[in-house]
């Protein structure tokens, strides 16, 4: 009989309060409208993109199929299914790029959502903003 493996992962401590800790803001609409149409692997692929896109302020992202498996949890053609069916419901673009030399390039993922780095705000604001989500850490 073979031996369980020991959980490496730490008992979760629960989310901190808002504005005590790192947060990525997501339009109320995705919770209100599209979350409900989402199947699991679509919702935490569409929230790693929307993550990755808002760190660097922009609504686009360039991630390998490879690392969006990873962080999600989910095998590559989960995650390529997940990417068309999220395609499909006009939520992001997708620019496929070409092999190159040396292998596959990582595609570029462009959010179909309002975004709060799209140029509708100050750089003040945007300042504040970044504040807020980061409990008053710079990011």
Not at 66 to 91: P, S
Request: aromatic share 6%.
């Amino acid at each position: 009989m073979a031996r369980k493996k020991a959980s490496k992962r730490q008992k979760f401590k629960g989310f901190p309060p808002p504005g005590q800790g790192p947060e990525t803001p997501v339009d109320n609409e995705f919770f209100d409208v599209h979350m409900r149409d989402l199947t699991g692997v679509q919702t935490t692929v569409l929230m790693t993109i929307i993550r990755q896109a808002w760190i660097n302020h922009s609504d686009r992202c360039e991630i390998p199929q490879a690392e969006l498996a990873k962080k999600t949890g989910a095998g590559v053609r989960a995650i390529i299914r997940a990417v068309a069916a999220l395609e499909g419901k006009d939520l992001i673009e997708v620019e496929r790029k070409r092999y190159s030399g040396r292998g596959r390039l990582p595609n570029i993922y462009t959010l179909k959502m309002s975004n709060p780095y799209d140029g509708s705000l100050s750089p003040e604001e945007i300042a504040q903003l970044r504040n807020e989500c980061s409990g008053g850490e710079v990011t």
